[in-house]
């Protein structure tokens, strides 16, 4: 079975300051992980993602992510925060299973709310 | 850029009524899925769709929920006796394929409420 955690219900952070936003995850094979995130009455929007190859992987609006295979882990970052990064933020795994017959389905952590104070 | 939508954004239902959410995905996306959100909970996944079936579901999904995809670009979610336990947002998402580089692209949801 495959499952996120997120061990933070909310980060907060001043504008400007670099973030981090925290996830690990557990899989039975090779992971594929993602960051979404959602605003107030919006849909989940994606970041970013991780398939295989460079562990820093780049996303949209200056966000990227470190994935440390060791550690599982997954976490978020951004260099510099803006008030309008603050949102609900999702990290989500999809077990790629060790012959690649794994999951359809997305597993989510149950998200971290980020709060940029200017 | 293509987007996933939902209709309706709110649903209200009395317990026991049929409900039908609706959802577009992305025109030339081959997989579906359902997800929902229990209020305070995690995004749970439902369902998944291709080539007119069932690929995978969860212990979630069962009997009184049924996907359909009744023609070319709306895809379906039925609760047949919808219960209060039912209420939560409901997101549909599509992607190109299951392969390592396709992505789950999320509708808006819809959010539904069981009195």
């Known amino acids: 079975a495959q499952s996120v955690a997120q061990p933070e219900d909310q980060v907060n952070v001043a504008e400007g300051n670099p973030l981090t936003v925290k996830c690990t995850y557990s899989v039975s094979g090779n992971p594929y992980l993602f960051w979404y995130v959602q605003y107030p009455n919006r849909g989940l929007q994606f970041l970013l993602k991780?398939?295989?190859?460079?562990?820093l992987v780049k996303g949209s609006y200056g966000f990227e992510a470190e994935f440390n295979k060791s550690q599982t882990s997954f976490h978020l970052k951004k260099p510099s925060a803006l008030v309008s990064d603050s949102a609900l933020y999702f990290c989500?795994?999809?077990?790629?299973?060790?012959?690649?017959?794994?999951?359809?389905?997305?597993?989510f952590g149950k998200g971290t709310h980020l709060i940029i104070q200017p | 850029e293509p987007e996933v939508t939902q209709t309706p954004s709110h649903q209200v239902t009395q317990m026991g009524q049929e409900v039908i959410l609706r959802c577009v995905p992305i025109s030339n996306h081959l997989y579906f899925y359902w997800y929902r959100q229990i209020l305070g909970q995690k995004v749970e996944f439902l369902v998944s769709?291709?080539?007119?079936?069932?690929?995978?579901k969860s212990e979630i999904f069962d009997d009184q929920f049924s996907v359909e995809r009744p023609d070319g670009s709306n895809f379906t979610l039925k609760i047949r006796s919808t219960k209060l336990e039912d209420s939560a947002m409901y997101f549909c998402a599509s992607s190109l394929g299951l392969a390592d580089t396709d992505t789950q692209y999320f509708g808006p949801g819809t959010r539904l409420t069981v009195l």
């Open positions: 769709f291709y080539n007119n079936e069932i690929s995978e």
């Open positions: 991780y398939i295989t190859g460079d562990n």
């Open positions: 989500a795994v999809r077990d790629q299973g060790w012959t690649g017959g794994g999951a359809d389905g997305l597993t």
